[in-house]
């Protein structure tokens, strides 16, 4: 560590080199208060953001294990937008990047039992009926996550092939999205008011984004590192598998859990046909096909991964 007057000299250098005075600097120094936690933190705003919309008690569980799962995903969406922003990856920092996105992905598997258990099954399917039609199919956090991963012909769901899909605008290309399958009425195929909703505030910033995202997604910057790197590809594959099969399950067993284990399926706030839409085996959501030369993404099992790789 520099000493003192080190460390004073170059907080002078610092502001001379702005044409600032470090005296100005220095003397705010000394009368500053010192940083707290719950300003460092917010913690006060945090704890205000909770407005339940009824007087049962588990809605704040509800409420704010969602707004966990938000920040988590506001921390993946950082790593991924670091791994798209670099132009020349360093095969390590990409492996970091991705092994840091599956232990995330992890924290929202293994606390999922706060949903399934931690919540009076009687109470849910009275406050849930105050929600309609909001659903968390309109978390825009997880198609940024999407877009950052995989180009967009990878999330498509249409019989077209590519070389009609690449002459299609983005715009055109979006309707075939798989998501855009949960919001249509099963009899009508008009589309539900949950989606209408959520296109209005979000279909133009993920049109740009996915815009922005051409050639440079986490996909494309695996294939262009042309890693042979093992240790890479089973970092890819475990974070693929947890997102794309392993979280879904969880929560589709959840929402078995709350809308179907009394008799018939119920219909979910956001209105789609969910039994089928959430079950992995039919949405078959790979984010990085290349890895999946040998096994299927379904029937990968990540704690043998390191016995055969
Ligand atoms: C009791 C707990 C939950 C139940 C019963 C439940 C149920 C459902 C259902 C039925 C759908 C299908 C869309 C619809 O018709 O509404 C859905 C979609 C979705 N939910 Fe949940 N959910 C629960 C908790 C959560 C939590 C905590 C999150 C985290 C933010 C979440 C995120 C999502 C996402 C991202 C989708 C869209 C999935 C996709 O497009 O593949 N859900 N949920």
């Not at 500053?32 to 719950?38: M, T």
């Not at 199919?137 to 019989?159: A, D, G």
């Not at 996915?210 to 910057?221: D, F, M, P, S, V």
Request: charged residues 30%; negative net charge; aromatic residues 12%.
């Amino acid at each position: 560590m520099a000493d003192q007057d080190q460390l004073i000299q170059e907080i002078q250098n610092k502001f001379n080199a702005l044409g600032e005075d470090p005296k100005a600097y220095l003397e705010g120094l000394l009368h500053s208060k010192p940083v707290n936690y719950w300003d460092y933190i917010q913690t006060d705003s945090l704890l205000s953001l909770q407005k339940p919309r009824t007087d049962f008690k588990d809605e704040i569980v509800f409420i704010i294990y969602h707004q966990v799962t938000e920040l988590v995903l506001k921390l993946m969406n950082h790593e991924a937008q670091q791994i798209v922003a670099d132009d020349t990856p360093d095969v390590d920092v990409f492996k970091d990047k991705i092994n840091r996105l599956s232990r995330y992905t992890d924290m929202l598997i293994t606390s999922f039992d706060v949903m399934r258990d931690g919540m009076s099954y009687e109470d849910y399917n009275k406050f849930r009926m105050s929600l309609t039609p909001a659903s968390g199919f309109q978390s825009v956090q997880f198609r940024y996550l999407e877009l950052y991963s995989t180009p967009i012909y990878n999330l498509l769901r249409t019989e077209k092939d590519v070389r009609e899909i690449e002459e299609m605008p983005l715009e055109e290309i979006f309707e075939h999205i798989y998501w855009k399958s949960a919001g249509r009425d099963k009899k009508t195929k008009e589309k539900t008011l949950t989606l209408r909703l959520f296109e209005e505030k979000y279909q133009d910033e993920l049109i740009g984004m996915a815009q922005e995202l051409k050639g440079r997604t986490i996909q494309e910057r695996y294939q262009k590192l042309g890693a042979k790197d093992k240790d890479l590809k089973t970092a890819m594959r475990k974070f693929d598998h947890l997102y794309n099969v392993a979280w879904p399950l969880v929560h589709l067993r959840t929402a078995e859990h709350y809308l179907e284990s009394e008799g018939k399926p119920k219909a979910a706030t956001g209105g789609s046909a969910w039994k089928r839409y959430l079950h992995p085996n039919y949405q078959k959501r790979v984010f990085f096909p290349d890895v999946w030369d040998d096994v299927d993404i379904l029937d990968y099992e990540p704690a043998k991964a390191h016995e055969s790789h």
